[in-house]
Every structure is written in C-alpha cells, then in structure tokens.
C-alpha cells in the first residue's frame, strides 16, 4: 500500500468518525427529556461492548504489569473523559447542537496547555497565538451581552473541551507508557457505566421506547466515531489529517437543518470561522516544525 494510498484511507476514515460523532449529537438532542446521566450511561455501555469484541477478537491480553503511575494517568482520564460528555451532553441540550460540538472541538487547543505540564512541552509564541485566535471565536459563539441567554450553557460547552482536551493529554501519556487504544477504550466506558449505576439506582427515570432508540443509535455513532479515529489514524499520523475531523461541523449543521430545523446565526459562523482559523494555522505550522525536526 502505497503513502497515497494510506493517507486517503485515513482521510476517508476520519471523515465517516467525524459523521459518526455528528450522528451522536444530533440523537442525543432526539432523545427528548432523559436525564443527562442515562444518555452518558448508554453511549458508554455500547461503547464497553465494542471495546470488549474487539478485544477477545484481537485475543487481547494486558502486555505490560500495571503500576501506580499508569493506574493514576488512566483514572484522571477515565474522569475526566466522564465529565467531558456529561458537559458535552448537557451543553447538546441547553444551546444549538452545532455550537456545542464546535465548544467541544476546542481540545486540540486545550491539550497543547496541559501538555506544558503534564509532558513537560514548551508552547511556542506563534502556538499561543493560535490558541488566543480560538478564544476569541468561542467568545463569537457564547456572545457575552449580545444575544440570547446562552452564556451558562457555553461555558459548559467550554469545559466538555477543556475536561476532553485533559482527557487525550493522559491517554498520550498513556500511550507513551504501553497501554493499547482498546484497553484505555475499555476502562473509561467501564468506569463512566460504574460511576454512573447509582445515580440510576437512586432515580431512575423510564425511557419512552422512542428515546432509547435514539440513546442506541447515539451510543453506536459513538463507538462508530472513537474506532473510526482509530483506524485513521493507524493510516496516516494526526498531524497531516486532523484538520479533517472538522467536517463534524457540515454533518452537524446538515443534520440538525434538517431533523431539527435548527441553523446556526450569523455570529456563531464568525466564531466558527475564527476557531477554524486557528486551527488551520496550528496545523500547519505544526507540521512545518516537525518536517524542519526530521531534516
């Protein structure tokens, strides 16, 4: 298989994750009136089955002993990959489906921040600049004083980014450390349906047939999108095709016009374009740096 090859393969994988994760937004929102914690529950539980297949498929077994620092890396990402989809959940039903996914997809940004601390990476000016560009769009889409009573649940679209953002930062850690994709897949869908069984136990509310439809297909658009990014990028490394994940915002909008009727103003496609922006510049300068290391 030639690089060519292999990097349209990833593209086009990367694409149908972004399509998968946009079909989970939107039947998140279809699911109507279901307490936040038992959407959480069932995209995660269909998400521990997939992991559990594809595991005993791959017949695989833990390759390396469990420590202190791996167990701690993989509990602060198992957490914090929970408080990111109860705030990307949440956030899905208080504001446009579309400007809570684009708050959600501020983690690249997010990640570069914690990296600086947890891995010890130094952000350069023009990184920083980046980030500052991002921030400024997110405020086009929260639209502090001008419109709308959005604000509280922007702010909560912001920490599902940032709490995801700290989430992929531990899972690089991870990954540096020797734990495989599947077993980091299976651990937090496993600790998110554990931490959220008595919540359930407590008050549990029925679900109408319809909306548990709709819970499993959002909970298969899930496993669909995190398998699909990892196929992708077995393809071809993040760093030439993860600007494509961005597509997530057409299926979104496309998806939402036409189920919901519902269409992004004007001032949330400025800051669309501003965080887009950024991220086409950190893109790219990011992958101008890394060609200039491996000279």
């Given at each position: 298989?030639?690089?060519?090859?292999?990097?349209?393969?990833?593209?086009?994988?990367?694409?149908?994750?972004?399509?998968?994760?946009?079909?989970?937004?939107?039947?998140?929102r279809l699911a109507g009136d279901v307490p936040t914690y038992e959407k959480v529950f069932f995209r995660n539980l269909i998400a521990f089955i997939f992991a559990v297949i594809v595991?005993?498929?791959?017949?695989?077994?833990?390759?390396?002993?469990?420590?202190?620092?791996?167990?701690s890396f993989m509990f602060l990402r198992c957490f914090a990959?929970?408080?990111?989809?109860?705030?990307?959940?949440?956030?899905?039903d208080h504001m446009v489906v579309a400007d809570a996914a684009m708050l959600n997809k501020l983690s690249p940004f997010f990640i570069l921040i914690f990296?600086?601390?947890?891995?010890?990476?130094?952000?350069k000016p023009f990184q920083l600049f980046c980030i500052m560009l991002a921030f400024i769009g997110v405020l086009f889409i929260v639209k502090p004083g001008f419109i709308g009573m959005q604000a509280g649940p922007a702010m909560v679209g912001v920490l599902s980014g940032m709490s995801a953002g700290f989430a992929y930062t531990c899972m690089?850690?991870?990954?540096?450390?020797?734990?495989?994709?599947?077993?980091?897949?299976?651990?937090?869908?496993?600790?998110?349906?554990?931490?959220?069984?008595?919540?359930?136990?407590?008050?549990?509310?029925?679900?109408?047939?319809?909306s548990l439809a709709f819970l499993l297909l959002a909970g298969l658009g899930a496993a669909g999108g995190q398998f699909g990014i990892t196929a992708a990028y077995t393809y071809a490394p993040a760093r030439e095709i993860?600007?494509?994940?961005?597509?997530?915002l057409l299926f979104i909008t496309l998806l939402t016009w036409l189920l919901l009727g519902e269409v992004p103003?004007?001032?949330?496609?400025?800051?669309?374009?501003?965080?887009?922006?950024?991220?086409?510049l950190l893109f790219f300068y990011n992958k101008r740096q890394l060609a200039e290391t491996e000279k």
């Open positions: 298989m030639t690089d060519r090859t292999r990097y349209y393969k990833g593209v086009i994988f990367l694409i149908l994750s972004s399509a998968s994760f946009a079909v989970m937004n939107v039947c998140v595991l005993v498929r791959q017949h695989g077994q833990m390759p390396m002993r469990w420590n202190v620092k791996r167990a990959g929970l408080v990111g989809v109860f705030a990307n959940f949440w956030a899905i990296s600086i601390f947890m891995l010890g990476e130094r952000v690089r850690k991870l990954g540096l450390m020797g734990v495989p994709g599947p077993w980091i897949v299976l651990c937090f869908s496993l600790f998110s349906c554990l931490a959220i069984i008595p919540f359930m136990a407590v008050n549990f509310v029925p679900i109408p047939g319809r993860s600007i494509y994940d961005y597509s997530q103003d004007w001032i949330s496609w400025i800051g669309y374009a501003v965080i887009i922006t950024g991220s086409l």
